[in-house]
């Protein structure tokens, strides 16, 4: 979480309220909610994380980050008030309600000013989306990421920035985009300098006067060779020396547990089709499933090489959802990854090997076994696994 954004959105709604509550001489009674909120969920991921056990920590402090954002949007668009003027003003009324409103306007101006400032911290680009979405109004650094100098522009003029195979995809999400589906996420590629690059942008749909909106935050992806590719879904995996680790580990708790060594068998091909950025960005998406379905536990997913990963298993019913996929052959392993507008199947060659309690298998011995039923997975042209003792 970026402390400084953290706590200047917090002091910004704070001031905000207490300015509005001033000024206009009314408590809005959902705005003080909305701050007891936002106070009371920093207290909870400060204080109390593990009681937010459904999500990693970068996910609840984006999710967090986009609330802020939120709030101060909200408290910024609703300041304004209406001011009653009554008959039989004398010319001293006058002269203190246009100073009223000079100090009005002055505040205004400054928690504008704070706000513009504020956003300037982040390293990500904004993006504020018109209802009908038809324009928008993006924020220096996104505007620094495509390429441009303008802050305004319809959609049209920033699709034109877009790669062309990608538009259709980017036009459909944010269509698809409602109350129900208030979030999305996509990745896609912006034309610059000559050169692709890759974006990744996560927005937001909200509700304002019966109209809707949609503020998303943008910021490039840049692709390097394994192990460093600046994607978090990869870069944050502990390798085969921590794998060993973790099996010497569970070797003497005296557990039973799976180890699953994956191989993603056509990487190279999407590689050498399309460049090693979207094989890089194929592979995140699909360690991602992965972790969803059946690796949440810290320590549970493991990097071996480029294309080859290994899961940790402990939980019976986990294994037996993955062992069903395998026989199926269904897209629970198989999956269809879109990325951009380039949709692909990304499949895996997959050996298991069980470990109990009195296993007499040294750490190596185990590895051993488990690179062994991958092998022969992979040699094996009927089907894509192999399950160690079967």
Do not use: C
């Not at 069980?354 to 296993?359: G, N, Y």
């Amino acid at each position: 979480m970026n402390e400084i954004f953290t706590y200047s959105s917090l002091a910004l709604i704070l001031l905000l309220f207490l300015s509005s509550s001033i000024i206009y001489k009314k408590t809005r009674i959902w705005k003080l909610i909305l701050i007891l909120i936002a106070y009371a969920l920093y207290g909870v991921i400060r204080l109390f994380p593990e009681w937010i056990t459904f999500l990693s920590a970068q996910e609840v402090s984006e999710y967090y980050s986009y609330f802020l954002y939120f709030i101060v949007l909200l408290m910024a668009i609703t300041f304004k008030n209406k001011i009653k003027i009554t008959q039989n003003l004398t010319d001293y009324d006058f002269f203190e309600l246009e100073k009223e409103l000079d100090e009005v306007k002055g505040v205004s101006d400054l928690l504008r000013l704070r706000f513009i400032n504020t956003i300037g911290l982040l390293g990500e680009g904004l993006i504020f989306y018109e209802t009908g979405l038809e324009m928008m109004f993006i924020t220096e650094r996104a505007a620094e990421i495509i390429g441009t100098k303008n802050n305004e522009m319809s959609v049209d003029e920033y699709m034109a920035h877009m790669h062309e195979e990608d538009k259709n995809q980017y036009i459909q999400t944010l269509k698809k985009t409602n109350k129900k589906s208030p979030n999305y996420e996509m990745k896609y590629r912006i034309n610059k300098n000559n050169s692709s690059l890759w974006v990744v942008e996560k927005g937001k749909l909200f509700d304002h006067d019966g109209k809707e909106f949609i503020v998303s935050s943008i910021k490039g992806i840049d692709i390097k060779l394994f192990p460093e590719t600046l994607i978090h879904e990869l870069d944050t995996l502990p390798d085969e020396s921590q794998l060993t680790q973790v099996l010497v580990q569970a070797r003497k708790d005296k557990e039973a547990f799976y180890m699953v060594l994956m191989h993603l068998t056509n990487i190279p091909d999407i590689n050498r089709r399309f460049g090693r950025d979207v094989g890089n960005l194929m592979i995140a998406e699909y360690i991602k499933k992965m972790r969803y379905h059946f690796a949440r536990e810290h320590n549970s997913i493991f990097r071996i090489t480029g294309i080859e990963f290994a899961l940790i298993i402990k939980e019976e019913q986990k294994y037996e959802v993955l062992k069903r996929a395998l026989l199926s052959g269904g897209d629970l392993i198989n999956l269809r990854l879109n990325i951009g507008g380039i949709q692909q199947i990304v499949y895996p060659n997959v050996g298991i090997v069980r470990h109990d309690p009195w296993s007499n298998y040294e750490v190596n011995d185990f590895l051993n076994l488990g690179n062994k039923a991958l092998e022969e997975a992979i040699r094996n042209n009927k089907k894509n696994y192999s399950i160690f003792g079967e």
